[in-house]
């Protein structure tokens, strides 16, 4: 299994959770600018509660965006 295939789920979008799905966009825009085969953000899952932490991360990054932890884990 590459990294473009891998899918990673975060599941609260706290401090942490926002560090964590943060750090995964920049190693994926890296790997994007290099032309690197590695992490999409389209394969980066986020399930909250808050609904306004998750805003930018759809529209600005194309990172799935749930509300409910058991639709990120389907």
Do not use: F, P, W
């Not at 990673?8 to 290099?34: D, F, Y």
């Not at 529209?59 to 639709?71: C, I, L, M, P, S």
């Amino acid at each position: 299994m590459s990294l473009s295939d891998l899918k990673i789920g975060v599941i609260g979008c706290g401090a942490m959770g926002r560090l964590i799905t943060n750090t995964l966009i920049v190693l994926s825009k890296c790997n994007h600018e290099s032309n690197a085969e590695g992490l999409k953000t389209s394969n980066v899952a986020v399930s909250t509660r808050q609904t306004e932490h998750l805003s930018d991360y759809q529209q600005k990054y194309g990172v799935q965006v749930y509300y409910n932890n058991e639709q990120l884990m389907e």
